[in-house]
């Protein structure tokens, strides 16, 4: 049976479908003809048993009179006559004492044995059947007196030969039958299995060449039909989606290149990024330390490249970084790895060097490149840069350790007059860990409340009145100590935590001089310095209105004091931001005025309403001749565009009468008061109302 099951599963659909259809009407005819078989069987037997009795019958008829004469003769003829029923094999007759009175036998049958009376039922009429004979017995008598018993048989196997002939026929029958239904179902088959093995056809092809453009080509008509075009919809959305698939994954291969081009590389220079440097520099250092090599780290940040990336723009800025990029990609060796690890900064990482000269040399060739001028939308750029060099292992064997050092070693450059470059030293190590302990302490400054703001005092010069105060943030740190701004608002600046200080030092400053309205100083002001990254926050304008909003004060209030460096890097929408401040009341002052570049020009451009006289030039004052000219030179400017003055760093009285001899307005200093407490300004505000209390009660 395997082997036909094996043989059955590798026969095609079609050839399943005809043996399917001719077993079943096969095993239909067969049971047909064998119950028809059976059937007619069993009316030819009984069929022959009725001739049987009615020739058994009518003989008895017959044999009534010779019975009655005992002339055995005439009933020997009688039974002669059955020969004329070819089924008729043998008869017999016996008296009514049972005794044999005349029997027949038909010529060329062997004489069956004769049958003991005594086995038939006397006086009553009875049939016998076997696979050989069937026969018909019965008692017969005339007029009422029994006279004898006849027993008819006949011979059985003239209904086989019929059987035989029947069977034959319904052989015949059979085979012209399954013959017919082969033909008919081949034709069926044609118009069934055919679209059927298009279809498999079509997929087999699609499978193999893996074209999902192929279609099924079937009449569309009936469940084939219906079939074929349902399958032909599926190679639709199978070949859509085969091409949207394609589609995907050549996008996820171009998103993926991307992604990997974009984890080392940086996507305005080209050059290397700060992920791919900091593999390397680890690699670097690990490397020199193993095997004894030296190693140097040159870190590099462009001077003032935020002044001109603020000042002609973005686009501008990523000009100059890539011509930066281009002209000092040929000072590094081919195993070097130059980096772009910032806004402007740079790194170059310089292996297996004999001494630092080389580091130096590489740095020098750095500058030299950046020397030329650039020239970008007619617009004359003068680039330069300040470079910190540190060297592994000498200087450091930890990769953090060495950037320290070396950005360390470039603000020293940068504080020496930038354009230039600085070795580390060891002296230099205090204040690199300190500045980078000032950094990781200072994100967490504001959520451990340990800024603090002082107020010094304003004053009125005619009057003494005070009429303000200038906030001034300190740090407390717990690990550092006390911090002035000085030492952590510029690294404020480079990470950009300047806009939370910043915020922090506006609202706090606003808040405090709400409470000092509300306690009866409504004449006072408020001074808050603003940083140039603030100003370049696109939302600086509404986050003073909410905060003025918030606190409550009156605007006209609030005095916001502003860098000439910041007015000189600023573009339009600088200029718009301060005239937007100015529209609702802010008033805006320069500090440290004069110490800056053509600040003179910028005056008419901004709408500034105070100047504050820088202290560098009050501290000589009345003694040094040129301070005195730039002093009345200022102030005289200030007159005649109708702007206040303020006068910082004021310790001494003759500094005070000089300045107020000339018509300066307002002062700040150490003769008013150093910056101090909120609590210490308010004691000193009541103190002022009470004296002028007891003033006025004097005069009354």
């Not at 009875?126 to 008692?139: D, F, L, M, P, T």
């Amino acid at each position: 049976m395997k082997w036909l099951h094996g043989w059955l599963a590798k026969q095609p659909l079609s050839a399943k479908l005809k043996m399917a259809n001719l077993v079943t009407s096969g095993t239909v005819i067969v049971l047909s003809s064998i119950f028809l078989l059976f059937l007619q069987a069993w009316l030819s037997i009984h069929a022959l048993l009725d001739r049987t009795r009615t020739d058994a019958m009518m003989t008895s008829e017959n044999l009534a009179v010779a019975m009655v004469f005992q002339d055995r003769k005439s009933a020997q003829d009688i039974l002669s006559f059955l020969h004329a029923s070819r089924a008729i094999q043998s008869a017999w007759v016996y008296d009514k004492h049972g005794k044999l009175f005349a029997d027949y036998h038909r010529s060329g049958v062997p004489a069956s044995p004769d049958p003991a009376p005594e086995a038939l039922p006397a006086g009553r009429a009875g049939e016998r059947i076997s696979w050989k004979q069937v026969g018909w017995h019965q008692a017969f008598n005339y007029q009422g007196e029994p006279l004898g018993t006849i027993l008819v048989l006949a011979d059985v196997n003239i209904l086989y030969t019929q059987l035989l002939s029947y069977i034959g026929m319904l052989v015949l029958l059979l085979a012209a039958s399954l013959t017919l239904a082969n033909l008919a179902l081949t034709r069926i088959q044609a118009l069934i299995t055919q679209p059927l093995q298009s279809l498999s056809h079509t997929a087999g092809e699609i499978s193999e060449r893996g074209d999902f453009s192929i279609r099924a080509k079937v009449h569309p008509g009936g469940d084939i039909g219906r079939m074929a075009q349902t399958f032909n919809t599926m190679l639709d959305r199978i070949q859509r989606r085969e091409v949207e698939l394609t589609e995907e994954i050549s996008q996820r291969e171009r998103v993926q290149k991307q992604l990997d081009y974009l984890a080392h590389f940086d996507n305005v220079t080209g050059l290397h990024n700060r992920h791919y440097f900091n593999e390397q520099l680890e690699l670097t250092v690990g490397r020199a330390c193993r095997l004894q090599q030296c190693a140097a780290l040159i870190f590099i940040d462009l001077d003032n490249f935020k002044t001109f990336n603020d000042t002609l723009g973005h686009a501008t800025g990523d000009e100059v970084l890539r011509i930066v990029a281009q002209r000092v990609s040929h000072t590094v060796r081919a195993d070097d790895v130059l980096s772009r690890v910032g806004g402007d900064e740079f790194a170059i990482i310089v292996r297996d060097i004999p001494d630092v000269q080389l580091a130096e040399r590489v740095a020098q060739k750095f500058l030299e490149a950046l020397a030329a001028p650039v020239f970008i939308g007619g617009t004359e750029i003068f680039i330069s840069a300040s470079i910190g060099i540190s060297v592994c292992p000498d200087d450091a064997t930890d990769m953090q350790d060495l950037l320290k050092y070396a950005d360390s070693a470039m603000y020293h450059a940068k504080n020496s007059g930038k354009n230039g470059y600085c070795i580390f030293a060891p002296s230099m190590r205090g204040a690199a860990e300190r500045r980078f302990a000032i950094e990781g302490s200072m994100r967490r400054a504001l959520e451990r409340n340990e800024l603090q703001l002082l107020y010094q005092p304003k004053v009125d010069m005619l009057s003494g009145r005070i009429i303000g105060a200038e906030a001034l943030v300190r740090w407390h740190s717990p690990e550092l100590g006390l911090l002035g701004p000085h030492e952590f608002i510029p690294l404020a600046e480079e990470t950009g935590m300047i806009i939370q200080i910043g915020e922090w030092v506006l609202r706090t400053a606003c808040e405090q001089l709400k409470c000092w309205h509300d306690d009866g100083h409504r004449h006072l002001e408020m001074a808050v310095n603003l940083s140039g990254r603030q100003l370049r926050e696109p939302n600086f304008v509404r986050q003073v209105e909410d905060v003025v909003a918030r606190t409550g004060i009156d605007p006209r209030a609030l005095e916001l004091e502003l860098t000439e460096s910041m007015l000189m890097d600023a573009g339009n929408p600088t200029i718009e931001k301060l005239h937007a401040l100015r529209s609702i009341g802010i008033g805006l002052a320069i500090d440290d005025f004069g110490t800056g570049y053509s600040s003179m020009s910028y005056l008419k451009m901004f709408p500034i309403n105070t100047l504050k006289i820088d202290q560098s030039f009050v501290r000589d004052l009345p003694g040094d001749s040129g301070d005195c000219a730039i002093v009345q030179t200022i102030l005289a400017l200030a007159h005649n565009l109708q702007l206040q003055v303020v006068a910082e760093g004021i310790e001494k009285r003759g500094q005070a009468d000089f300045l107020r001899t000339h018509g300066c307005g307002k002062a700040q200093g150490m003769l008013y008061g150093a910056p101090m407490t909120h609590e210490e300004l308010a004691r000193m505000l009541a103190a002022e109302a009470l004296a002028g209390s007891g003033q006025g009660a004097q005069a009354t």
